[in-house]
């Protein structure tokens, strides 16, 4: 369905990819080995994104390589990444788990989807005073929802330090002082 909205199924994994965390930049190589598509495909895809402004070359110390980012000027970077996480799922995650169990002050999704990468599992990092067994139990309901297992690391306010998040890739989702 999101192919058909973004014309064609390396566009929609390009947006996807670089969308869902504007803090992502990428190069052409990184992104052709990612979708086993040749790199001259990814660059009429890029060029194309560019041009409508979607995206941005970014310059890199260096200047060799060429990365792309989200251009999150666009004014319509805000609903097309409301669209992709809607696509990706986290809209419900957020609305079936996140609201519902306990006193969460900030949940971070980490790993792949983190970089807009599709992904059968969805890791997740929560810290707050969460209730486990609910949890849980809305956890088994969220997978069926989204057709992906969730994984999650839970930790307390006290317990947690961005330390954990180190070398991984991550996405703030849900902040309680948003």
């Known amino acids: 369905m999101i192919d ?4 064609g199924k390396i566009r929609a994994k390009l947006l996807s990819r670089l969308l869902v965390n504007p803090n992502t930049m990428v ?7 990612e979708l086993n598509v040749s790199s001259n495909t990814v660059r009429i895809e890029l060029n194309k994104l560019k041009e409508a402004s979607i995206i941005a070359e970014v310059n890199t110390n260096d200047g060799r390589i060429k990365k792309y980012a989200a251009d999150t000027s666009h ?3 805000e609903e097309l990444r409301s669209i992709l996480l809607k696509y990706l799922g986290i809209d419900q995650l957020l609305e ?4 519902k169990i306990g ?5 971070y999704i980490t790993g792949d989807l983190a970089q807009g990468k599709p992904v059968a599992i969805i890791d997740l990092v929560l810290v707050g005073d969460i209730d486990r067994v609910y949890f849980n139990s809305l956890v088994f309901k969220a997978e069926e ?5 969730i994984r999650a690391a839970i930790y307390s ?5 961005m330390g954990v998040l180190e070398g991984v890739p991550y996405l703030l989702v849900f902040d309680v002082e948003d």
Do not use: D, G, W
């Open 4 to 7: 058909t909205l973004f014309s």
């Open 27 to 33: 190069h052409l190589r990184q992104l052709s080995r």
């Open 75 to 77: 004014p319509l970077f």
């Open 96 to 99: 079936v788990i996140f609201e």
């Open 103 to 107: 006193n969460l002050e900030r949940v």
């Open 145 to 149: 929802l989204l057709k992906k297992k």
């Open 157 to 161: 306010s006290v317990e947690f330090n």
